[in-house]
């Protein structure tokens, strides 16, 4: 199968981001499927943004934030939390595997990690196949 | 509002695709008003009040009619077609009333196949003797002729995904009132807002004209149906635990259903510059759940019971998924 | 073989089509009323928590929304297990009285009249309400507006919504009335009372007092010889909001008489593969086809069958003149079509007496409007008449009230073998061999179906007065031959 997963992953910059950088500088192999968006906090992450992303293509979407009790703004990865599971339930009646949408703890040292996270995620998507969220809903002609 | 016309009268088209024909009697339940109405416009196409047939459509010159209001999604061929036949022949094309904005009730079908529907309608439902398994096809032909129905489309669609649509006018249906505001504003002849604009509405969200009490306390510990709580009738819905899609859904309705002692469920669309309204009322209600551990917040969500037909109860076709993948 | 189109069906509620086969004989072969929408109510509610669904059921129609509120209403109430307190039951009787007041009002005026006080073969751009209003006045056009806009507001009052009404909640309604409300009310209903009272005068007076109309209502090719049914209460009285449903036969004997959750033994669908709508029928004797007659299992539903269905009526001016029309008319039942529009203006009269009435008790203004809920029962039928026909609603639901499947048999869907057969019959009795196919000809055939009020369409003057019709007659390979066009 030719299908190569695109992940896009939202981290936040204080904690998640730094370890997905520690996971470069140490010059880490990972998998080359994640396109990294860069955010204050994970709290400033909406619904809209994960589903914009996959309506724009995406096979998966990963959210990185700060260990719980150490968000550089006190509270925002609770709060990301919560629309988290809020969204999981929601992917679900939407028809949208679970595998695809996922949210993980990285801290700055932990670029280890942040590789495994990735090669493992991209391995259970390429397993679960590319999504099927259309791009557009289907305009079908007249006659 | 009388509106003063000192060019010819206009020509008016009133259309409905998969509609539930609530939009046409907003047009006339402007009662007394219509007068105005019809003292400034000709109805040339309203096929709820009116005998013009399609082919009357298809012989006018195109542009010939100023204000077309189409009301009702595109659910099948026909609407499809009589959308890009009103576009054609009309000047301005307004998305009226909350189906043809973002495919309205009609569009929760988005929620499964056209044949999961079928099935249920023709074979399932336990009234129905179908042991031939007899379902409705676009074409047949009976012993005189062959004769014909519309394709029932995949998918339910907002106006504006198969036609270039002018305005929006929200609602369902729109408050007959914005309906006169829109109407003299276009008859009077003065500028019109621009392009694609969101008409017949406010630019606010329902929590700012609510005349319910309300506190800047909004966390919630569970969430209640609204059957399983006494309502005390003056406090706000979200603060006694029950969702009311005021936060996220544009005012302009006078928020007729919590006066009623319902809460609102977003017929009136997403506020200005949000174009889905489930996902931002998704976050408000993120912001809202009152807990920080893993399993608390479980407990809220699982009393959230149904969030996609909730949220989107209105929107579900022009929302940024659109339907469910099957 | 011609075909002719009708295409769309015009002043009805929703979308409709005719086709009519006129053979070389130039005779009616068959003619078919295709419906040619679905939109899937009875498969996307669900998943939805059971108690939302009397607000999304009323987007089935804007017309008549408050009759899915209420039937939903009921059904929900059932899967609760629950009984509303009278207070509850009295208010959404009160508000379903208004909603009928406001459309059986808009129906005869604008659909109806104009075809009886204007014509049925007259000019066609006279043949509306304008010319209903030429010939009898501008004030009473007035009126018309006004007293359809009190039903409306009474609606929004007590429904919420104007429109598509939220009242009702799981054992009961969510807003009470108060004293200054009701005194309104009565009010009102003591207009809607004199008006409908006034209406069935001016039905008599032009109607009954032309000899060819009544001619036309007894011998014009119109009649149907069907099973009726309607809900009666405990005095086999016609009721819009509760009792039980009662069939009598096409000699006025009753059938069967049931309650809600006993419709599956008695009603059954059909699907034909050229119209999106089912066909409902009497399970017990079976469908024979698309026959009228005492064998057959085509049943109507409509203002006409509920009168027939009943003993009589529960208020004493609606009485008066259900006895009046039965005396007339020649005796129970009546199959005469055109004779719907006279048992509409029956119930006009009944809705406003009962209207009043509810008002005027006591317990309208009463606090009690919940009744406590149980266990989830998990199942709920509720039937109420709506303005077209007898309306069902059935829920499933699991244990938490989300609801798993829904079956609906909706009012005019009674009626859809009736309403084929009498378009084809009215269209075989005035198309014939050498007929000249006129305006006023296919007015006629469209009267057939206006009897059955698929819709109501604008109760007013927007109307241009011209009832535009495209006759294109098509030779065996589908091509035009001759075209006629009524502008």
């Known amino acids: 199968m030719n299908f190569s997963p695109t992940i896009v992953a939202f981290l936040c910059n204080w904690c998640a981001y730094t370890g997905a950088d520690l996971a470069g500088t140490s010059r880490l192999h990972y998998a080359p499927n ?15 943004f994960i589903l914009k992303a996959f309506k724009e293509g995406a096979d998966g979407v990963l959210i990185c934030g700060c260990h719980p009790g150490d968000c550089h703004y006190q509270e925002g990865n609770y709060k990301c939390l919560r629309r988290f599971k809020l ?5 679900a009646q939407m028809g949208i595997e679970k595998e695809r949408l996922r949210l993980e703890w990285i801290s700055a040292s932990e670029g280890k990690q942040f590789a495994e996270l990735v090669n493992e995620m991209t391995k259970t998507i390429l397993q679960i196949g590319p999504s099927k969220v259309k791009k557009t809903l289907e305009v079908e002609p007249v006659k | 509002m009388t509106p003063e016309p000192v060019k010819p009268k ?87 009333g909350a189906c043809a904005y973002m495919g309205g009730i009609p569009g929760l079908a988005n929620f499964f196949s056209k044949s999961e529907i079928f099935n249920r309608a023709y074979l399932e439902t336990e009234s129905t003797n179908n042991p031939e398994k007899t379902v409705p096809v676009h074409e047949f ?88 709580i006494q309502d005390d009738k003056e406090t706000c819905f979200i603060e006694q635990g029950v969702i ?83 | 073989m011609k075909q002719i189109s009708i295409d769309p069906i015009t002043r009805l509620e929703g ?105 049925p073969t007259a000019n066609p751009a006279e043949r509306n309400i304008l010319g209903v209003i030429s010939k009898v006045g501008l004030q009473i056009g007035s009126e018309v507006i006004k007293q359809r806009r009190i039903a409306q507001e009474i609606q929004a009052l007590i429904g919420g919504h104007q429109t598509h009404v939220i009242m009702n909640t799981p054992g009961g309604v969510k807003k009470g009335i108060t004293d200054e409300q009701r005194d309104d009310i009565v009010t009102k209903a003591e207009g809607f009372v004199e008006f409908s009272k006034f209406s069935i005068q001016l039905f008599k007076d032009v109607v009954l007092g032309n000899k060819d109309y009544v001619e036309l209502i007894l011998n014009g090719p119109y009649s149907l010889v069907l099973h009726s049914m309607g809900l009666v209460d405990g005095n086999n009285k016609v009721n819009f909001y509760d009792g039980k449903v009662r069939v009598v036969d096409t000699k006025g004997k009753e059938l069967y008489k049931y309650g809600p959750d006993q419709y599956l033994d008695y009603v059954e669908e059909r699907v034909e593969p050229w119209t999106y709508l089912k066909f409902p029928y009497l399970k017990k004797i079976g469908w024979k086809g ?61 809705s406003a007496e009962h209207c009043l009435e509810l008002a005027k008790d006591p317990d309208i203004t009463g606090k009690d409007l919940r009744a406590p809920l149980g266990k989830i029962v998990g199942e709920g039928v509720g039937i109420v008449e709506a303005q077209r026909g007898t309306l069902t609603h059935h829920y499933w639901t699991d244990d938490r009230g989300m609801v798993r499947k829904v ?72 091509n035009i031959i001759s075209s006629f066009e009524r502008k």
């Open chain 3, 407 to 478: 079956n609906l048999i909706v009012g005019t869907t009674n009626n859809h073998a009736a309403i084929c057969m009498s378009i084809k019959k009215a269209a075989q009795g005035l198309i014939k061999k050498g007929t000249e196919i006129t305006e006023g000809t296919l007015n006629m055939i469209e009267m057939a179906f206006r009897a059955y009020d698929p819709c109501f369409s604008c109760a007013t003057h927007s109307l241009p007065g011209q009832m535009k019709m495209l006759l294109n007659i098509r030779d065996h390979q589908g």
């Open chain 1, 34 to 48: 994640i396109r990294i968006i860069r955010i204050m906090c994970s709290g400033r992450i909406e619904p809209t």
């Open chain 2, 141 to 228: 032909a009976v012993p005189e002729g062959t004769i014909e129905i519309p394709r029932m489309f995949n998918d339910v669609l907002p106006l504006n995904l198969v036609v270039d649509v002018d305005y929006y006018i929200p609602g369902c249906p729109p408050q007959s009132e914005r309906l006169i505001e829109v109407f003299s504003l276009v008859a009077s002849g003065a500028e019109l807002p621009p392009k694609g604009s969101v008409v017949g509405a406010n630019d606010k969200t329902n929590c700012d004209e609510c005349k319910r009490k309300k506190s800047d306390n909004k966390l919630v510990k569970k969430f209640y149906r609204p059957w399983e």
């Open chain 1, 87 to 91: 969204l999981e339930k929601f992917i």
């Open chain 2, 10 to 96: 206009l020509k008016l088209a009133v259309y409905w695709g998969a509609a539930c024909g609530g939009c046409c009697v907003s047009v006339l339940d402007t009662h007394e008003k219509l007068l105005d109405i019809v003292a400034a416009a000709d109805p040339v196409f309203w096929p709820i009040a009116m005998d013009i047939k399609y082919k009357d459509v298809e012989n006018m010159p195109d542009q010939s009619i100023d204000l077309t209001l189409f009301n009702g999604a595109i659910r099948n061929s026909e609407n499809k077609h009589m959308a890009e036949l009103l576009r054609k022949k009309s000047k301005i094309l307004v998305a009226y």
């Open chain 3, 15 to 119: 979308h409709g089509k005719i086709e009519i086969f006129v053979n070389d004989d130039g005779e009616v072969e068959n003619a078919y009323f295709q419906v040619p929408e679905l939109r899937g109510f009875e498969k996307f509610c669900e998943g939805r928590p059971v108690e939302e669904l009397p607000s999304i059921v009323t987007k089935i129609c804007g017309v008549c929304p408050g009759c899915h509120h209420m039937a939903s209403g009921k059904a929900v109430d059932a899967v609760f297990g629950a009984d509303p307190p009278p207070t509850a039951k009295k208010i959404r009787e009160l508000f379903y009285m208004a909603h009928f007041v406001h459309s059986h009002i808009a129906h005869f005026y604008a659909l109806a009249a104009p075809d009886f006080v204007v014509g």
């Open chain 2, 244 to 326: 009311c899609m005021g936060p996220a859904t544009r005012s302009g309705c006078g928020v007729r259903c919590v006066e009623g002692n319902s809460p609102c469920r977003g017929c009136y669309g997403p506020p200005p510059g949000a174009s889905d309204p489930g996902a931002k009322m998704m976050a408000a209600i993120g912001t809202m759940i009152d807990a920080n551990k893993p399993e608390e917040i479980d407990e809220i969500i699982e009393s959230i019971v149904d969030p996609a037909g909730l949220f989107y109860r209105f929107s579900l076709p022009g929302s940024i998924l659109g339907r469910k993948v099957l």
């Open chain 3, 290 to 350: 698309f026959i009228d007659g005492q064998e057959s299992g085509v049943y109507h539903a409509t203002p006409l069958s509920r009168l027939n269905a009943a003993d009589g009526m529960a208020t004493p001016v609606a009485q008066q003149e259900y006895d009046f029309m039965y005396k007339t008319l020649g005796g129970k039942p009546v199959h005469a079509t055109l004779a719907m529009h006279w048992a509409r203006l029956i119930e006009l009269i009944y």
